[in-house]
């Protein structure tokens, strides 16, 4: 059974960066897609990013050219690099790997 755990987040000001991992247990890594969703209190989950077996990514439109997936097979681990963030991007974020969710990481921006 796949488990996922996170690290990363945290608080940071307007424009700044922060990188988001997640580590994958379980096998088969390099057989799944993975993605990382954000939640907002009143708000439905929204999938921010994914990445398939073969690298391919999809970004939200709020996110495109801000924020970069990536994974490391060999380490079976997913990454979210969040570069000029913004208030609007302060949520609990969630890696995913169907139908696994991650435990959940909180990311605030100040303005």
């Known amino acids: 059974q796949v488990q996922l755990v996170q690290s990363g987040g945290g608080l940071v000001q307007y424009g700044g960066s922060l990188r988001l991992s997640c580590a994958a247990s379980g096998g088969g890594f390099n057989l799944h897609n993975m993605a990382w969703y954000r939640q907002t209190p009143g708000k439905q989950r929204e999938l921010v990013a994914y990445?398939?077996?073969?690298?391919?990514?999809n970004y939200a439109d709020s996110v495109q050219g801000r924020f970069t997936i990536s994974r490391d097979n060999a380490k079976n681990i997913v990454y979210l690099q969040m570069n000029n963030l913004k208030p609007e991007d302060t949520a609990i974020y969630l890696c995913?790997?169907?139908?696994?969710w991650g435990q959940g990481t909180q990311v605030s921006v100040s303005s």
């Open positions: 995913h790997d169907f139908p696994t």
């Open positions: 990445i398939t077996t073969g690298g391919s990514t």
